[in-house]
């Protein structure tokens, strides 16, 4: 038996984990299963599985929670400081699938227990990859890539990585790779949200939308793998079955190719180092039909551009990258700011942010400060844009 816990276990990425862990309750033992205003979820999920913990991060909720395990033998806790508490617990294998910055103090703090971390929280590593990675060799914890694209790439790399030349990672397009700069910039959250392929949480996909997801999946491969940004090249694949490549210097290409689940790159992390069965479709390569590429057009999609900016000047970048997309984006769900006005701010913050004189490799409070400036600095520089 494995010991394993989920933080994030009500969003998409932790629903599609629990289900694999569900189908084999004879090799796993469920620790700690965490998740945020989704309470009825998150209560099923913990007595379906017998988790020993249950967290929240919202401390208000916890009397619901109590309620909802009553009786079960899971043991409910609320808040930030119980999140953090659970993520010391000892475990085999723990999923960190938080959205957004939250997730990279919880991946630092089971970085420092567990056997394999299974990150999908992509923040993590773009705005504390130099800290991840060391606290993950401090403690001989072992580092695996979730995201779709990292983990093909992981799998294509397979331990040959003194020889690698160049990393192609796949972009869908999302469903503006067609629209002209004037629809975009009237484009509404419900138009954004619509991805064509992948079925997945809001925020990570009005981030497909914008590119900023494959801007920030940019800088988590160069955070990740040992290679130059001018080693990683994005390349637009409406079908998202090649979910990336790798290029070795022989010439020769290796692609992962599967159908966009989401259960594949999960259950390959969970199966590591071996591969097991998964409930995903085999691809029939005669109804597929063709697999189409063309390049990023840079001019709608001027998030790949920022991505590079942040992957040359290195340190607290990534961070201020990060939390003015989050900050725009939050700003464009509350319909504040129009979709191209994203890119925009994100732009402007690089720009005016503060952060000279930084560390190559900074600790959690200059990452979380740069952070804390970088939101202030977004939400200032919305103040002169109009709707
Ligand atoms: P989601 O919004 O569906 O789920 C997020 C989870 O995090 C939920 O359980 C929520 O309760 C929890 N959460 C949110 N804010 C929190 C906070 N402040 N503190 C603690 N917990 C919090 O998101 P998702 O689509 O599953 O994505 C999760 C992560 O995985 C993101 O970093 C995303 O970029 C990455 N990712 C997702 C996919 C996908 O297919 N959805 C693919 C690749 C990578
Ligand atoms: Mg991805």
Redesign the pocket.
Known sequence: MRRVSV??????????TIDLIARRPEDFEVVVL?????IGL?AEQAQQLGAEFAV??HTELLPDLQAALAGSGTKATAG?EA?LAAADIPTDWAM?????F??LE?SLRVAEQARVLAL?????LVCGGTLLKSVCIRHETTLLP????HSAIFQCINGQDKVVERIILTASGGPFLNASLEHMAKATPEQAVAHPN????????I?SASMF?KA?ELIETYAFFDVRADQIEVIIHPQSIIHSMVGYTDGALMAHLGPPD?RA?IGFALNWPERADLPVERLDFGTLGALTFQHPDTNRFPAIALAEQVMARGGLSGAVFNAAKEQALDLFLDRRIGFLDMARIVEKTLESTQIEGQDSAPNLDAITQADNMARARAVELSKDINV
């Open positions: 933080f994030g276990a009500t969003g998409s990425v932790g629903q599609n965490t998740g945020g205003r989704n998150l929240t991060a930030r999140l960190v699938s938080v959205v957004g939250a997730g919880i999908a929280n992509k923040e993590s979730v995201d779709s694209e992948w079925d997945m949480g809001q925020r990570i996909s981030d997801n920030m989401m790159p």
